[in-house]
């Protein structure tokens, strides 16, 4: 544990290094630089988990403008009336699956941000997961998520860290937004996953440990990467073993993939790891064909399982220092097609929950009569959003890692 | 430093390896052939590839003959027996239990790399039957022409279903199977426009699956004319396909994907690698073979740049460990901790297939591959050449645990392990107190959570 002097003393240097000293001075000692570092993070600090839609969510069935003329002629099968919305404010209301929502929304503990979206939009699946993924709209300069660069520049700090920056837990594989130069974030199907089978001989384990750790003179680069990978997975495996054993909760989640994967997440941030950012991702929003029903049940996912993540972190006294982002790679045509689908579109809502958002709608609905290639068109860039979310949430500088121009959006109380 | 691509010349890389006394055909590059171009080979197979030489050893994977086709009609018959459960969880344990027996491991090998490329989940079609027909398509077009298995997948009832076009109507285009076609199946990225994918898309018009079959729809097909990359006509769906595999950048992309999935994870093959097996694939009506056997017998393959260059897949790992020691186990338990791994056959994780390389790895897959090979050592279904893995290695004459490490890493380890990391080895299977086949059983634990171990 650390002292409190120590506390107070690697605060300081903390906000010495945001505040621009140490790195505009040229003779600050080193060691303040590396205090700085490991001052950043530390078990309490803020926290961040996304939750992605896969597959490009039906924004405009989600939130929805169910007085507009032209959203109930372009949608003949798929429109929803203002019989069945769960009603926000003004001429929009939520999907009504999205129960879970509503009560956040009551809870002031929802931001609904419309029309968010870059420009040029991408229709692909993987381009426009990559884009949201690395906050690049290039396609060469791809190689790390914007989540993976702000880990790089901390890297000084997250050395002396035994937790993961970040953790994404689901089958699927690892988001890009995740991905880093330096810095691995493991992926996780359950938390039984961090357990190394031994058969209860420690001596099995001791063996497998140093021979994992044993030095390598002249190995490869891929034989490098994967033995610091096997290392910090053996150590992962030691300290969650140890920490979530004997989790307890007043809430009953849902049975569903997204609650259980959020219920975890809990786990985790009640076991006082130090890790910032958790990833979680519920796919099946690809919806040509037949969208009612498939559609309808996965935003009563949604709904139900952010609002039972809501009220465990409540209970924990976690609330206040996690921030929940959900967000898909694109919104859908307004027009549905002939299958009782819809196909990939552009600019669609995202969502932030927690203590600190600016509740309710954010933005106004994009114009049904005012489309770019049969799609409604975007108002806020999401980098405006991630911005937001780095600079006035996690306390990283945005610049470095999104670019100049993009000013954090008022997506949060300050 | 180790050598890298840029220390190779195309020119050179490409000539035909020919054994020679500084670089032999030794046991160790014909295991190097086996993981890459199949699923790994036991200890008689190195034998015999090693007698037969690299040229010959790949002429006879790219023509298996005869016993092949009787083992493909065993394997049908058994498919549809699994079909009856109407699980398609079982038909991955039965694909599982193909690859481990195959005698045609390229075949299987090519098939596997057609199911990740044309990639459809079981998860979403749902139909075990339609699964299984896919991946008859595949394995019939495994090393024969390309073209045939795209005109194939294009009436594919799993892959329309799988990319929800299994209508298709003139009003309204379809574009999910025309923009795949594009981006992932033939051309990759930068090679079209969304309005050649929305052109392609009515060349489409009309195929539709009806009660798992394919159909043509007259009424629904587009009989206008389309232009599809600067090509047009009153293009049908299969001459819609013939503009894109005409372009020079379908041979390229397919080439540059071999590539990569058969010699090296972090390589960036630039078009001067690829380009002559480009040529070739095109020279020869995009038939795969003559470019399988480019790689196959290629000084690039033979050489640092590709020898342990790539991560072992999950099924690699898996089936290569029980084809390497002559195992068996329960192929439906494999096949269910192989999705914990991330790569379940017949459930790829979207369109795009499995990433490979260094996705493979993360702390709870490495958790979760020394986990399997615990399983593997330790399940009591488990087999070893019918036996158990110390009368295995006793059959074959190795006595001292020094003998047995070496057998094993041999089999098993594409790069060479340090003294200390063998030495390790070598006190684990050493150990008091432990009777010999569970020391054994240990040691394979150990060998196979080490990091060399994940290199294929």
């Avoid at chain 1, 870059?118 to 290039?138: G, L, V």
């Avoid at chain 1, 359950?190 to 089978?197: I, R, V």
């Avoid at chain 2, 094993?408 to 003294?419: D, H, R, T």
Wanted: glycine share 8%; with cysteine.
């Amino acid at each position: 544990m650390l002292t409190t002097t120590r506390r107070k003393f690697l605060a300081a240097a903390s906000a010495a290094a945001s505040s621009g000293l140490l790195s505009l001075s040229p003779h600050a000692p080193r060691f303040l630089f590396e205090a700085a570092a490991a001052g950043a993070e530390m078990p309490g600090d803020k926290i961040l988990v996304v939750v992605q839609m896969s597959g490009g969510n039906d924004g405009l069935n989600t939130v929805i403008p169910y007085k507009d003329e032209v959203y109930r002629r372009r949608r003949p099968s798929l429109a929803i009336g203002d019989d069945r919305v769960l009603k926000v404010e003004g001429d929009i209301g939520l999907h009504p699956s999205l129960t879970g929502m509503a009560t956040l929304l009551e809870n002031r503990q929802l931001a609904i941000v419309q029309g968010v979206g870059y420009p040029n939009p991408n229709r692909s699946h993987f381009e426009s997961m990559d884009i949201w993924h690395t906050a690049h709209t290039q396609p060469q300069d791809r190689a790390a998520g914007w989540l993976g660069r702000a880990f790089d520049a901390r890297r000084a700090m997250l050395a002396q860290s035994t937790d993961p920056p970040a953790m994404h837990l689901g089958a699927e594989d690892q988001p890009l937004a995740l991905a880093a130069r330096d810095v691995p974030s493991p992926s996780i199907r359950s938390l039984d996953q961090f357990k190394l089978e031994t058969g209860g001989s420690d001596r099995q384990r001791e063996a497998i440990v140093a021979a994992a750790q044993a030095p390598r003179g002249g190995a490869g680069d891929l034989l490098k990467f994967v033995q610091t990978r096997a290392t910090s997975a053996l150590e992962v495996s030691r300290r969650i073993e140890s920490s979530a054993k004997d989790y307890k909760t007043p809430v009953t989640y849902p049975g569903t993939d997204l609650a259980q994967k959020l219920k975890q997440v809990a786990q985790l941030i009640d076991a006082g790891l130090a890790t910032r950012v958790y990833y979680v991702a519920i796919d099946g929003f690809d919806t040509h064909s037949d969208q009612r029903d498939a559609h309808s049940g996965l935003l009563a996912q949604l709904g139900g399982s952010l609002a039972a993540f809501a009220e465990d972190l409540q209970a924990h006294m976690h609330a206040d220092r996690v921030l929940t982002l959900v967000f898909s790679e694109f919104g859908r045509r307004v027009e549905e097609n002939a299958s009782r689908g819809t196909d990939h579109g552009a600019a669609a809502p995202l969502f932030l929950v927690g203590n600190r958002v600016k509740a309710g709608l954010i933005g106004k609905h994009p114009r049904l009569d005012d489309l770019q290639d049969g799609d409604v068109k975007f108002h806020t860039d999401f980098r405006s959003v991630y911005a937001a979310v780095l600079e006035q949430w996690l306390g990283w500088p945005a610049a470095p890692i999104l670019g100049e121009g993009f000013t954090p959006a008022g997506v949060l109380q300050t | 430093m180790s050598l890298t691509l840029a220390d190779l010349r195309p020119a050179d890389a490409w000539q035909p390896y020919e054994p020679s006394a500084q670089q032999p055909f030794t046991r160790r590059l014909a295991a190097h052939l086996y993981r890459r171009a199949g699923m790994a080979a036991n200890s008689p197979e190195l034998d015999a590839a090693v007698r037969l030489g690299p040229e010959a050893a790949v002429k006879q994977l790219l023509s298996p003959g005869e016993v092949a086709k009787q083992f493909d009609q065993e394997m049908h018959g058994f498919a549809q027996v699994t079909l009856a459960a109407n699980n398609p969880e079982l038909l991955s344990g039965w694909w599982l239990h193909r690859m481990r027996h195959t005698p045609a491991p390229l075949v299987e090998k090519m098939t596997f790399f057609w199911h990740g490329h044309f990639a459809t989940s079981a998860a979403k079609v749902r139909e075990p039957e339609l699964m299984l027909q896919q991946n008859e398509l595949f394995r019939r077009h495994s090393l024969s022409d390309f073209g045939g298995l795209v005109r194939g997948i294009a009436r594919d009832p799993a892959m329309l279903l799988y990319l929800d076009s299994a209508t298709n109507r003139k009003v309204h285009p379809n574009e999910n199977f025309a923009r795949e076609v594009m981006e992932l199946f033939c051309l990759g990225l930068g090679h079209y426009t969304e309005r050649d994918i929305q052109e392609l898309a009515r060349c489409f018009t009309g195929w539709e699956i009806q009660h798992g079959t394919f159909k043509f729809n007259q009424f629904q097909h587009d009989y206008g004319s389309k232009t599809v990359l600067a090509k047009s006509g009153k293009f049908d769906g299969d001459e819609g396909l013939a503009v894109i595999l005409d372009q020079p950048a379908a041979a390229e992309f397919i080439c540059g994907k071999l590539l990569r999935f058969f010699v090296a994870d972090d390589e960036v093959f630039t078009p001067e690698w690829i380009s002559p097996l480009a040529t070739k694939f095109r020279e020869s009506n995009l038939s795969v073979a003559p470019v399988l056997e480019m790689i196959f017998t290629s000084r690039l393959f033979y050489s640092e740049v590709a020898i342990g260059r790539k991560i072992r897949s999950p099924i690699e790992l898996g089936v290569g460990v029980l084809r390497a020691l002559d195992g068996t186990t329960n192929m439906v338990q494999l096949a269910n901790r192989l999705r914990e791994l991330g790569q379940m056959p017949l459930y790829p994780p979207n369109v795009k297939g499995w990433d490979g390389g260094r996705a493979w790895i993360n702390s709870s897959t490495l958790l979760g591959r020394a986990n399997l090979m615990r399983s593997l050592a330790e399940s009591s279904e488990t087999r070893f050449g019918g036996q158990s893995l110390d009368q295995l290695l006793d059959k074959q004459g190795i006595q001292s645990a020094e003998a047995a490490v070496d057998h094993l890493v041999e089999l098993l380890v594409a790069v060479p392990l340090s003294a200390e990391v063998r030495a390790q080895l070598v006190a684990t299977l050493d150990q008091r107190g432990a009777s010999r086949p569970q020391r054994l059983r240990q040691t394979l634990h150990v060998l196979g959570s080490l990091p060399e171990f994940q290199l294929a």
